[in-house]
């Protein structure tokens, strides 16, 4: 296995695990748990693209995935705790009402 | 086995346990001490790439910002509800079916694309190279992000504002 695809197949196994998360998780915090990891694999592949391919827009655009995640984060975790204030609860499979 | 790949598994290892104990452990609280260690390894792998900007970015965007707001939400509403969110996963055997999917799909077409093998001469000052291109080609983006953090910011005051 060259360097690059051992990069890609460890993203790759990442993202699978991230998806696992989101996918089982009933806590909203948690489901976002696991869109950080996948989000993380993404950035992985980024910068072995970059590296691999010797251009640096790969690791530029990594820089904007990480600052744009982390206001993702803060704007759900907001939703999390605003929707808890009302419902009481951030079970995903309770959270069915469009309105408060 | 040259330095670089010894590295490379340990880091892989744990970079793999500490995602698999993320969506795994019954404790959403240590499921966040988890993802840091994930943070941090991811971390170690954009090191090993050679990024060394990248890893510090990664260690105070993510391992120092996106786990202490996590940490906040868990207390926030865990704290008050009394009783405790139920933990235990939903339909394991029908997420690790599609993530095991997902996995092998990607894996498929890595086997079938051609993928050059070795690695280029690395550049000597990556860093200084970032800071040109952040101000030179991707300037518009960069003013774009500010917005975008502004407007993120804004929201959470919105959603996150008591009511009173």
Redesign the interface.
């Known amino acids: 296995m060259?360097?690059?695809?051992?990069?890609?197949?460890?993203a790759?196994?990442?993202?699978?695990?991230?998806?696992?998360?989101v996918?089982?998780?009933?806590?909203a915090?948690?489901i976002?748990?696991?869109i950080?990891?996948m989000l993380?694999a993404v950035?992985?592949n980024l910068?072995?693209f970059?590296?691999?391919?010797?251009d640096?827009?790969g690791?530029?655009f990594?820089?904007?995935t990480?600052?744009?995640?982390?206001?993702?984060?803060?704007?759900g975790?907001?939703?999390?705790?605003?929707i808890?204030?009302v419902r009481?609860?951030?079970?995903a499979?309770r959270l069915d009402l469009l309105r408060g | 086995m040259t330095l670089e790949t010894v590295g490379?598994w340990v880091v892989?290892a744990l970079?793999?346990v500490s995602?698999?104990a993320?969506?795994l452990t019954p404790n959403?609280f240590h499921?966040?001490l988890y993802?840091a260690a994930?943070?941090v390894a991811?971390g170690a792998?954009?090191l090993l790439?050679?990024?060394p900007?990248?890893f510090a970015?990664?260690l105070l965007?993510?391992a120092g910002?996106?786990v202490t707001?996590?940490v906040?939400?868990?207390m926030?509403?865990e704290r008050?509800?009394g009783e405790r969110?139920?933990?235990?996963?939903?339909?394991?055997l029908?997420?690790?079916i599609?993530?095991?999917a997902?996995?092998a799909g990607?894996?498929g077409f890595?086997i079938q694309a051609p993928?050059?093998?070795?690695?280029?001469a690395?550049?000597v000052d990556?860093t200084a190279?970032?800071g040109r291109?952040?101000v030179g080609p991707?300037a518009v983006?960069l003013e774009l992000?500010g917005v975008?953090?502004v407007?993120?910011?804004l929201?959470?005051?919105?959603?996150?504002r008591s009511?009173e």
Do not use: K
């Not at chain 2, 969110?85 to 394991?92: E, F, I, L, N």
């Open positions: 060259s360097g690059l695809q051992a990069y890609l197949v460890l790759a196994l990442v993202f699978a695990i991230g998806l696992f998360g996918l089982t998780r009933r806590n915090v948690g976002l748990l696991g950080e990891l993380n950035n992985i910068v072995a970059a590296r691999f391919n010797g640096l827009g690791v530029v990594t820089l904007f990480i600052s744009i995640t982390v206001a993702e984060v803060a704007v975790l907001a939703i999390v705790i605003a808890f204030r009481r609860t951030v079970e499979d | 490379f892989a970079l793999l995602s698999l993320v969506v959403l499921a966040v993802l994930a943070l991811t792998v954009f790439l050679e990024q900007f990248l970015v990664q965007l993510y910002g996106v707001i996590v906040f939400a868990i926030l509403t008050l509800v969110v139920g933990q235990a996963s939903r339909h394991p029908n997420g690790a599609v993530a095991a997902v996995f990607i894996v890595l993928i050059r093998a070795t690695a280029p690395p550049v990556t190279s970032i291109a952040l991707f983006t992000l975008l953090l407007a993120a910011l929201g959470a005051l919105y959603f996150a009511e």
